[in-house]
Nanobody
Framework: QVQLVESGGGLVQAGGSLRLSCAASGRTFSTYGMGWFRQAPGKERDFVAAISWTGRSTYYADSVKGRFTISRDNAEKTVYLQMNSLKPEDTAVYYC?????????????????WGQGTQVTVSS
């Protein structure tokens, strides 16, 4: 069992940066692939970024490539999403998720555990 708690969301102006954190409980965090997804108002939840259990493989949605960076610290049981050059269209609730197969996936169905989400609002 893994419990996930996101933090670091907030209000930022366009062009600014935020760093999201996702703290995990449980002894097996280091074996999980981790992902970030987001859901804007009135829209479906979409993939943002994912990282394998080793951290060697990372994946990004085209819309965030070159602006967002996913990383993890297995000793701290935390995964991060560094978001730079934020745009108003990045406004959404951001969720982290854990994948027990460890690969890091782009599809939501592959994830076993989800956090409650953190709001990110980017003003123009």
């Amino acid at each position: 069992q893994v419990q996930l708690v996101e933090s670091g969301g907030g209000l930022v102006q366009a062009g600014g940066s935020l760093r999201l954190s996702c703290a995990a409980s449980g002894r097996t965090f280091s074996t999980y692939g981790m992902g970030w997804f987001r859901q804007a108002p009135g829209k479906e939840r979409d993939f943002v970024a994912a990282i394998s259990w080793t951290g060697r493989s990372t994946y990004y949605a085209d819309s965030v490539k070159g602006r967002f960076t996913i990383s993890r610290d297995n000793a701290e049981k935390t995964v991060y999403l560094q978001m730079n050059s934020l745009k108003p269209e990045d406004t959404a609730v951001y969720y982290c998720a854990a994948d027990s197969y460890g690969l890091g996936h782009t599809k939501q169905v592959e994830y076993d555990y989800w956090g409650q989400g953190t709001q990110v609002t980017v003003s123009s």
